[in-house]
């Protein structure tokens, strides 16, 4: 099956800094991008979605100016969260979609803000 | 609006006895449902999307639109079961095109 990577997989930072992830479909060709936040044992929660070339859409209570979302090419997407504080530690997934008939989850990267 | 419920937050049963994980949507249009499961320290990976009607590791799931329904179900549950399952529905037409929403999970324990 299609591979979707994600990078770094873990990180640790300090309270104000900006971390970006980065999510790279490897095998086919992403044309939305899909980036959701997962806490502990609980579900999935969509930020944002983007399409290559495009402006991010994001979901109500979501900040734009916090996470931002680029699209740049149709193999990668990047999420960078912006003065990162410890309450945006979490787990940051994305999804990898090509259609309804191909979508991909990445292996997800933990965000640990000190 | 679109909503997935999974009602139960944990579910345990014995190795060998049978397992339902519940599932109910809410959707205006016409439902497609998938089941994923996340192995402990792994990423998401798809278990059964109802259209193609496969049996994934021995689950299966059927859709029950009278009942708004998707369970998963094995009749044997195994200890490598063990995990959380989310059920999923996907946005097959307007702005939420392509999007996923999940339920809140349910994490399966099997016990030896």
């Known amino acids: 099956g299609a591979v979707v990577s994600q990078h770094p997989s873990w990180v640790i930072c300090k309270s104000g800094t900006s971390v970006k992830i980065e999510c790279r479909s490897l095998d086919f060709q992403a044309t939305t991008m899909f980036w959701y936040r997962q806490f502990p044992k609980q579900s999935l929660m969509l930020m944002a979605t983007?399409?290559?070339?495009?402006?991010?859409?994001?979901e109500q209570g979501v900040e734009k100016d916090k996470f931002l979302i680029n699209h740049a090419s149709l193999t990668l997407s990047t999420l960078t969260v912006t003065s990162a504080h410890p309450e945006d530690s979490s787990f940051y997934i994305c999804?990898?979609?090509?259609?309804?008939?191909?979508?991909?989850f990445g292996p997800g990267t933990r965000l640990t803000v000190l | 609006a679109q909503r997935v419920t999974q009602p139960e937050k944990l579910l345990s049963v014995f190795k060998g006895a049978p397992v339902e994980l519940k599932c109910n949507y809410s959707y205006s249009g016409s439902p497609e449902l998938f089941w994923y499961v996340q192995y402990s320290r792994q990423r998401l990976q798809l278990l059964l999307r109802h259209i193609s009607r496969e049996s994934i590791k021995g689950f299966t799931a059927d859709l029950n639109k009278g009942e708004t329904s998707f369970h998963l179900k094995k009749p044997f549950a195994q200890e490598e079961d063990s995990a959380m399952y989310y059920c999923a529905l996907l946005h097959a037409g307007g702005t939420s095109y392509g999007k996923l929403t999940f339920g809140q999970g349910t994490i399966l324990t099997v016990h030896p």
């Open positions: 999804r990898a979609a090509a259609g309804t008939d191909t979508q991909y």
């Open positions: 983007s399409n290559e070339g495009s402006k991010a859409t994001y």
